[in-house]
């Protein structure tokens, strides 16, 4: 079968640094993304990794080890708004992409 | 100015009725989705449709029936609801060249 496991709840404390991991089986690869969803909201894109290493995108970065099937998003000087669900995704190929089940993240003040 | 539009944004009926929802994308994105999310936040891809064609077609009941008119357009009618159907539903678009999806703002489905 086809799985993606990420925690499910992370907390930290505002002006910290959090990392949320992600490991995959997937028995297609093409990249691995990241989504942001707050209570109520849409899925928001983050960040896409094709390939092995890190990417950065303001205090958001990404990092992808396919050897591994390990990824993850790191996310620096937390504020308040952060706090939301992210949730790692896979390009299987196809069109399709596979979500996994999402770690809600907590900010404390 | 909204890139993916879905309507309605909630949705409260009666089991067994038949319903609609509608999805417009005005990025120009050549792929549309449906994604439902459960209560667990779990998403979970439905259907998909690139340039009007249908090419992802998850184990969904057949009472689940999805139209793409345009490439613009992709909307998706439920038959005789049942209570499991409450979910909120996530209408998407990729494009050629672009990373990511661009995700409607989702209807909430309740069924009674």
């Known amino acids: 079968g086809q799985s993606l496991e990420q925690p499910s709840e992370v907390t930290a404390v505002e002006g910290a640094i959090v990392q949320i991991n992600c490991t995959y089986q997937t028995s297609g690869f093409y990249g691995l993304s990241w989504y942001q969803q707050h209570d109520g909201g849409a899925p928001t894109f983050l960040s896409y990794n094709a390939l092995d290493g890190l990417e950065e995108t303001g205090r958001f970065s990404s990092f992808l080890s396919r050897s591994d099937s390990y990824g993850y998003l790191l996310l620096q000087e937390l504020q308040m708004k952060d706090s939301a669900s992210y949730f790692c995704?896979?390009?299987?190929?196809?069109?399709?992409?596979?979500f996994g089940a999402g770690t809600r993240l907590f900010v404390k003040a | 100015d909204t890139a993916v539009s879905q309507t309605p944004k909630y949705l409260v009926t009666q089991m067994g009725n038949d319903k609609s929802i509608k999805c417009e994308q005005n990025?120009?994105?050549?792929?549309m989705y449906w994604y439902k999310q459960d209560s667990k936040k779990f998403l979970k891809i439905m259907f998909s449709y690139n340039n009007k064609e249908l090419i992802i077609n998850e184990t969904v009941p057949n009472r689940f029936s999805p139209k793409s008119p345009d490439k613009a357009h992709l909307n998706l009618h439920i038959n005789s609801l049942e209570l499991g159907d409450s979910a909120v539903y996530f209408c998407a678009s990729s494009g050629t060249g672009t990373y990511g999806y661009t995700f409607g703002s989702g209807t909430r489905l309740t069924v009674v």
């Open positions: 995704a896979v390009s299987t190929g196809g069109f399709k992409t596979i």
């Open positions: 990025l120009g994105h050549d792929t």
